[in-house]
Nanobody, 127 residues
Framework: VQLQASGGGLVQPGGSLRLSCAASGFTLDYYAIGWFRQVPGKEREGVTCISSSDGSTYYADSVKGRFTISRDNAKSTVYLQMNSLKPEDTAVYYC?????????????????????WGQGTQVTVSS
């Protein structure tokens, strides 16, 4: 059972990246997926999450309108499309699974119980 986050890299401000979170050894069908990011010395931040079944999502204010989360259950993969990247988006990005979250409650943000975590992928936005 493993989650593999990939797609990070170095990009100039205003550029785009697409992160992938691929599951192996299990299916993502019954899991909500969250993307988080962390900068050394700072608390981990919930960036976005998507429900297991109804497609509902949440985006942190800092990324709203620039980032898009999507999922392809047939490929057991969740994507994070990041556009108009800013230097303050620089962080290690992690994906995680939360079982039995069929809808994202607006007031809950992405505060669910996550059981599997990917290893993280570095995103650096710099000129």
């Amino acid at each position: 059972v493993q989650l593999q986050a990939s797609g990070g890299g170095l990009v100039q401000p205003g550029g785009s990246l697409r992160l992938s979170c691929a599951a192996s050894g299990f299916t993502l069908d019954y899991y909500a997926i969250g993307w988080f990011r962390q900068v050394p010395g700072k608390e981990r931040e919930g960036v976005t999450c998507i429900s297991s079944s109804d497609g509902s999502t949440y985006y942190a204010d800092s990324v709203k309108g620039r980032f898009t989360i999507s999922r392809d259950n047939a490929k057991s993969t969740v994507y994070l499309q990041m556009n108009s990247l800013k230097p303050e988006d620089t962080a290690v990005y992690y994906c995680a699974t939360a079982p039995s979250v069929s809808t994202i409650v607006p007031g809950a943000a992405c505060s669910y119980e996550y059981d599997y975590w990917g290893q993280g992928t570095q995103v650096t936005v710099s000129s």
